[in-house]
């Protein structure tokens, strides 16, 4: 009962805070990132201001008419502006999980690999890129950064999940090590290959809150498709127009096609509802990754995993690769087994990997 409490107050909590950004988000640059969506935040400002001007006897359509438009239009741009802010409230609040593991620590500053003994000690948010540190057993590792001298076992569960310590140590290919990991035993002397909030971690952060996702090629080609459509729809109603005025002045009559009716109708040949949800979809699909326990570091990432039905991991949660193990081997069609030296040998055989199989 308290969870279920518990919940239904963060989502109350978390609707409001998406409510108040569906307005912040009617800011022209923000909306110009989605070319559908500000094709229609243009709409409804023109259709306000044409209702304004029917208060002032300037009429082109009937008032009632042009403010029924006008509403129904910022509603729909305030509901593709909550259905993104919900997506990013969904990530802000599994990386508010993450930057709450985050730590400030005190960082160990040194000038030179040869001066061990002149410690200076700042907090881990002030170290810059080429910054020396000397990380000692028991102590957390203050930001990304590549060892230059020493050898260490370094607790790095929080980051991998790999729950066995493992060696990391100057030269080689294991010599770089993550902020936010534990330094076990001995010492090492850290070079910082990353400015503040440029680590593993604050990008981990960025990409769950989808303020750095980088646009898929699938969504980008979808991007172009939808403008192009737009533009195209923007043609055929102003063609519409000036055919209506043509017709209207040949008959010797007043055109009957009014603004507020093209822009209706060209905002509902725009393909609105793709274009409205489309970033929300981004988000929203990386947060459901994040509900799995998997992080997605990138939006092709995410559309691969939705070609994912199974997915198996070793009890620590890490993807690891070892030899495969065939236990059983078929021959092809046409081909006598023999004998096992002969099958041994044999070039035509394929190995059939059953459930259990290690990899």
Known sequence: MHTKAQNGFADRKMIGRAIKDSFIKLKPGTQAKNPVMFLVFVSAILTTGLWILSLLGIQDAPGGYTLAIAVILWFTVLFANFAEAIAEGRGKAQADTLRASRKDVDAHRIPSAAEKDKVTVVASALLKKGDLVIVRAGEQIPADGEIIEGAASVDESAITGESAPVIREAGGDRSAVTGGTTVLSDWIVVRVTNEAGESFLDKMIAMVEGASRKKTPN????????????????????????????????????????????????????????????????????????QANVLAMSGRAIEAAGDVDVLLLDKTGTITLGNRQAVEFIPVDGTDIGNWRMRRSCPLWRMRLRRGAVW
């Open 219 to 290: 969504e980008i080609a979808l991007q172009i498709f939808l403008v192009a459509l737009s533009i195209i729809f923007i043609l055929v109603t102003v063609s519409l127009y000036t055919y209506s005025a043509f017709s209207a002045r040949q008959a010797g009559i007043e055109n009957p096609t009014s603004v507020t009716t093209l822009v209706a109708l060209l905002v509902r040949l725009a393909p609105t509802t793709i274009g409205a949800l489309l970033s929300a979809i981004g988000i929203a699909g990386m947060s459901r990754l994040n």
